[in-house]
């Protein structure tokens, strides 16, 4: 399948300021999607980034708190906003439906973010 | 209820043992299913699709159960190296959808 760089793989943040999480494809992917992961949980869908227009938000997550880019095919970024120790996880992005015609999902290495 | 329910575990077993996991999805339009694999602070990989008329892949056996809405993956002869989370997935309606994941069954092999 295709590979996705992830960066940054983990940083330690203030609480208030934000980070934006990048993920570059390389090949283009029809669909892209955030996910977060608490330790010793499932992932939990944050968004579905569409090329080109707003992204489709899952309940419980809103566009001011999340802002996500995928200006196209092969790249995307998630900020996470205004930030408290609460949002303190691991991000994911992943990608489904590439170039080589598979259409499992492949996961960028995940950002792990904490949050003091 | 949950789309997709999953036994965390842990498992924990000998090496060379047989270890069976089993996942249940709650809506009937559920049209595939995956197999992942998650090692400790990695992202997950897929390990195998599970087709509906079963599939095996070396040691690795993955079932589908419609009426029942499960699959269940097997693993023969375990190995150290098999010790991690296996997270069952699951796509309703569009192709290219969503993934719905279970969260986790531990799995760890021991000398």
């Known amino acids: 399948s295709a590979v996705i760089s992830q960066k940054p793989s983990r940083d330690i943040c203030q609480r208030g300021t934000s980070l934006t999480i990048q993920c570059q494809v390389d090949?283009?992917?029809?669909?892209m999607f955030w996910y977060r992961q608490q330790p010793g949980q499932s992932l939990t869908l944050i968004a579905t980034a569409n090329q080109g227009s707003e992204a489709t938000y899952e309940s419980g997550f809103v566009i001011d708190k999340f802002p996500i880019s995928r200006p196209n095919l092969t790249f995307s970024t998630l900020t996470v906003s205004n930030m408290s120790p609460e949002d303190s996880s691991i991000y994911l992005c992943s990608g489904r439906g590439s170039e080589r015609g598979n259409t499992e999902a492949f996961f960028g290495q995940g950002t792990r973010l904490t949050v003091v | 209820r949950k789309e997709v329910e999953q036994d965390p575990g842990p498992f924990n077993v000998p090496e060379g043992a047989t270890v069976a996991f089993n996942c249940t999805y709650s809506n009937s339009a559920s049209q595939s299913f995956f197999w992942y694999r998650q090692d400790c602070r990695k992202e997950p990989k897929l390990l195998m699709s599970?087709?509906?008329s079963g599939n095996e892949d070396g040691r690795f056996t993955a079932q589908l159960n419609r009426a029942s809405q499960y699959i269940s993956l097997l693993i023969r002869d375990s190995k150290l190296s098999d010790s991690a989370t296996y997270l069952c997935?699951?796509?309703?309606?569009?192709?290219?959808?969503?993934?719905?994941f279970g969260r986790g069954t531990q799995l760890t092999v021991w000398p």
């Open positions: 997935a699951v796509t309703r309606g569009s192709t290219l959808g969503r993934l719905y």
């Open positions: 599970v087709y509906s």
């Open positions: 090949s283009q992917v029809t669909m």
